[in-house]
C-alpha cells in the first residue's frame, strides 16, 4: 500500500510503473529516471521498495522494512463470451477432397456468455542477495447457464530470477495448464530458460530486450522453441512490446511455427489502455492425408473503465488450409481486479 500511495503524489516516477511492463523493468525505469535528480523522501521510499521487492536486499540503503517474501490469496469474478464452451466441432460438414463428413450434432460446438471465479495464491520469495522466486497457482471455473455447460481450468507457474551483473539477467521458469470441457480435457506445459538485458537509450526510454528457449509439452507431441523480446517504457508512460517465438517442425501434428505479438500502452483520460496485435502461423497436421496449415490473427484493445474493472474487445480469425477450421469470433470480456486477502 506504501507505493500506491506515493505514486499518486510522484506522476513522473510513477509513469515508469505502466502495468503491461514487468516489474523489472518498471524499477529499472524509476532508478534511471531519478538518477541525478534532486530527490525527495518519498521519491527515495519509493525507489528503496522497488528495489528491495526485486530482490535487492540492501535497497538504497535505507531504514525502510519491505517484507522480501510475500504470499497472497486472491479470488476474482470471471464474465465473458466464448466461442466453444465444451470443446465441439464447427457447425458444417468437413470436405476432404471428394469425401464428406458430417458429424453428430450432439459433439457441435456451444457459444455464449460464462460467468464464474478464479482463485489462487500467488507470491515472491527473495533468496540471495539480488534473486527471487515468483510461483502462482489458481483455479477457475466459469459456468453457461444458456447451455448448461462449465469451463474448468488449473494452471500452476514459477520462475527464478536472477540478477547477474551489469544489468544482465538469468530467468528459468516452468509452468502447466489444465483445461476441461464436455468433450475434451488437455493439458499444456513448458520449461524455458531465458536472458534479458536492462538499458536505456535517452529521452526517457528503457529497454528489455530478451532471448530464450523453451520445451514445450503438449497432450500429443514436445516442440522445441526460440522465443525474442523486446519491451520499452518511457518514464511519460508509454509502453511498447514487441514478442517473437519460433518453434520447430513436428511431423504429423499441427504445430505452431512462427508467431509475433506487438503491445501498446498508453492512458487515456488518466485510465489505462493498451492494445495488442498478433499473428501466428502452425503447420504439420495431417487428416486422411490431407495436409492442415493454419494462420492466426487477433487484435485486441483493453481499457480501465475504474480502478476495479476493465473491459476486453477484439476480433480472432482462423484461416485454414481445410475450411472446416476456420473460423472468425469476437472476443468480449469484463476483466475484475482480484480481491486479495
Not at 523493468?25 to 531519478?34: F, G, K, P
Not at 526510454?205 to 523453451?214: K, L
Not at 492466426?296 to 475450411?323: H, K
Given at each position: 500500500?506504501?507505493?500506491?500511495?506515493?505514486?499518486?503524489?510522484?506522476?513522473?516516477?510513477?509513469?515508469?510503473?505502466?502495468?503491461?511492463?514487468?516489474?523489472?523493468?518498471?524499477?529499472?525505469?524509476?532508478?534511471?529516471?531519478?538518477?541525478?535528480?534532486?530527490?525527495?523522501?518519498?521519491?527515495?521510499?519509493?525507489?528503496?521498495?522497488?528495489?528491495?521487492?526485486?530482490?535487492?536486499?540492501?535497497?538504497?540503503?535505507?531504514?525502510?522494512?519491505?517484507?522480501?517474501?510475500?504470499?497472497?490469496?486472491?479470488?476474482?469474478?470471471?464474465?465473458?463470451?466464448?466461442?466453444?464452451?465444451?470443446?465441439?466441432?464447427?457447425?458444417?460438414?468437413?470436405?476432404?477432397?471428394?469425401?464428406?463428413?458430417?458429424?453428430?450434432?450432439?459433439?457441435?460446438?456451444?457459444?455464449?456468455?460464462?460467468?464464474?471465479?478464479?482463485?489462487?495464491?500467488?507470491?515472491?520469495?527473495?533468496?540471495?542477495?539480488?534473486?527471487?522466486?515468483?510461483?502462482?497457482v489458481s483455479a477457475s471455473y466459469a459456468y453457461?447457464?444458456?447451455?448448461?455447460?462449465?469451463?474448468?481450468?488449473?494452471?500452476?507457474?514459477?520462475?527464478?530470477?536472477?540478477?547477474?551483473?551489469?544489468?544482465?539477467?538469468?530467468?528459468?521458469?516452468g509452468d502447466t495448464t489444465r483445461l476441461v470441457?464436455?468433450?475434451?480435457?488437455?493439458?499444456?506445459?513448458?520449461?524455458?530458460?531465458?536472458t534479458a538485458k536492462l538499458f536505456g537509450t535517452?529521452?526517457?526510454?528503457?529497454?528489455?530486450?530478451?532471448?530464450?528457449?523453451?520445451?514445450?509439452?503438449?497432450?500429443?507431441?514436445?516442440?522445441?522453441?526460440?522465443?525474442?523480446?523486446?519491451?520499452?517504457?518511457?518514464?511519460?508512460?508509454?509502453?511498447?512490446?514487441?514478442?517473437?517465438?519460433?518453434?520447430?517442425?513436428?511431423?504429423?501434428?499441427?504445430?505452431?511455427?512462427?508467431?509475433?505479438?506487438?503491445?501498446?500502452?498508453?492512458?487515456?483520460?488518466?485510465?489505462?489502455?493498451?492494445?495488442?496485435?498478433?499473428?501466428?502461423?502452425?503447420?504439420?497436421?495431417?487428416?486422411?492425408?490431407?495436409?492442415?496449415?493454419?494462420?492466426?490473427?487477433?487484435?485486441?484493445?483493453?481499457?480501465?473503465?475504474?480502478?476495479?474493472?476493465?473491459?476486453?474487445?477484439?476480433?480472432?480469425?482462423?484461416?485454414?488450409?481445410?475450411?472446416?477450421?476456420?473460423?472468425?469470433?469476437?472476443?468480449?470480456?469484463?476483466?475484475?481486479?482480484?480481491?486479495?486477502?
Amino acid at each position: 500500500m506504501l507505493i500506491i500511495a506515493l505514486l499518486s503524489a510522484h506522476p513522473v516516477q510513477a509513469s515508469c510503473l505502466n502495468h503491461n511492463a514487468d516489474s523489472r523493468l518498471r524499477t529499472y525505469c524509476a532508478a534511471e529516471t531519478l538518477l541525478g535528480n534532486a530527490v525527495t523522501l518519498n521519491d527515495a521510499l519509493l525507489l528503496d521498495t522497488l528495489l528491495k521487492r526485486e530482490g535487492f536486499a540492501a535497497g538504497i540503503g535505507l531504514p525502510n522494512p519491505v517484507d522480501r517474501s510475500t504470499t497472497q490469496a486472491f479470488i476474482s469474478p470471471l464474465l465473458d463470451y466464448n466461442s466453444n464452451i465444451n470443446g465441439g466441432n464447427p457447425n458444417r460438414p468437413l470436405v476432404l477432397g471428394g469425401l464428406t463428413f458430417i458429424g453428430d450434432e450432439a459433439n457441435l460446438r456451444r457459444e455464449g456468455a460464462v460467468a464464474g471465479a478464479a482463485a489462487g495464491v500467488n507470491g515472491r520469495t527473495a533468496y540471495g542477495n539480488d534473486n527471487y522466486l515468483d510461483y502462482a497457482v489458481s483455479a477457475s471455473y466459469a459456468y453457461s447457464p444458456q447451455h448448461s455447460l462449465g469451463i474448468a481450468r488449473g494452471s500452476a507457474n514459477i520462475c527464478s530470477r536472477n540478477f547477474i551483473v551489469n544489468q544482465w539477467y538469468i530467468d528459468a521458469c516452468g509452468d502447466t495448464t489444465r483445461l476441461v470441457r464436455d468433450l475434451i480435457a488437455e493439458t499444456n506445459s513448458g520449461l524455458s530458460l531465458s536472458t534479458a538485458k536492462l538499458f536505456g537509450t535517452g529521452n526517457g526510454a528503457f529497454h528489455s530486450a530478451s532471448f530464450g528457449i523453451r520445451r514445450y509439452y503438449a497432450e500429443e507431441y514436445q516442440q522445441n522453441q526460440i522465443q525474442l523480446g523486446w519491451n520499452t517504457v518511457r518514464n511519460r508512460g508509454a509502453y511498447t512490446g514487441f514478442n517473437f517465438s519460433f518453434g520447430e517442425a513436428v511431423p504429423n501434428h499441427l504445430a505452431q511455427r512462427r508467431s509475433v505479438s506487438a503491445t501498446l500502452g498508453t492512458t487515456v483520460f488518466d485510465r489505462a489502455l493498451s492494445a495488442t496485435a498478433s499473428y501466428s502461423y502452425a503447420d504439420g497436421g495431417k487428416i486422411l492425408g490431407f495436409e492442415r496449415d493454419e494462420i492466426t490473427r487477433s487484435i485486441t484493445i483493453n481499457y480501465a473503465i475504474t480502478n476495479s474493472l476493465s473491459v476486453n474487445v477484439g476480433f480472432r480469425e482462423v484461416d485454414s488450409s481445410i475450411d472446416y477450421f476456420s473460423e472468425r469470433e469476437p472476443i468480449v470480456s469484463l476483466q475484475f481486479a482480484p480481491i486479495r486477502f
